[in-house]
């Protein structure tokens, strides 16, 4: 999935982001299944159930079965075609996520090798807060930053600068 790249300042940022406003009593759903990230969450003391696979666009078992107290989902969003439909579904009252950022001078991500390995949508900020708002998520607190490349061109000059993952922590509205 990574192709020969480990993400480690995005892994960086996240762990941080996490730390700050989920206790390592809460328990977790991961949206995704467990990766290299959901790892390093159980690593550093969190208790972490993934979802199995399944296609979460219309498959939504895993999060209406789950107690857990908060979800997950770690660049998750951009590869359904609608998520609003399982954000709606979330039980939890807290939500800890991050999608990719468009970026203007690139298009969107896709693996050559994996077919489930695709971005339908590479968010722009007030677009993914958009779809949390209207799934009933209020967001307490987000940040961006820039992810650059070990490469030399107009592209990685551009990613030096140019935040390319966002991350939020909302909670349940009320009333919904």
Do not use: C
Request: hydrophobic share 40%; net charge neutral; charged share 30%.
């Amino acid at each position: 999935m990574y192709e020969n790249t480990y993400p480690n300042k995005r892994f960086k940022h996240t762990l941080a982001f996490l730390r700050k406003y989920v206790d390592t009593k809460e328990t977790i759903l991961d949206l995704g299944v467990a990766n290299p990230f959901s790892e390093i969450m159980v690593q550093e003391g969190f208790t972490v159930e993934n979802t199995k696979g399944e296609d979460l666009d219309f498959d939504f078992t895993s999060v209406l079965q789950s107690d857990a107290e908060v979800v997950t989902a770690f660049e998750i969003f951009e590869h359904l075609l609608a998520p609003l439909h399982v954000l709606s579904k979330i039980k939890a009252d807290k939500l800890v996520a991050s999608v990719p950022l468009r970026l203007w001078f690139s298009p969107a991500y896709k693996s050559k090798s994996d077919p489930w390995d695709r971005h339908y949508h590479e968010f722009e900020d007030w677009q993914f807060d958009w779809l949390l708002e209207k799934a009933g998520w209020e967001i307490q607190e987000k940040r961006k930053w820039a992810h650059p490349v070990k490469k030399i061109g107009l592209r990685p000059f551009l990613r030096l600068f140019t935040p390319r993952y966002y991350i939020v922590y909302a909670t349940r509205k009320t009333s919904r």
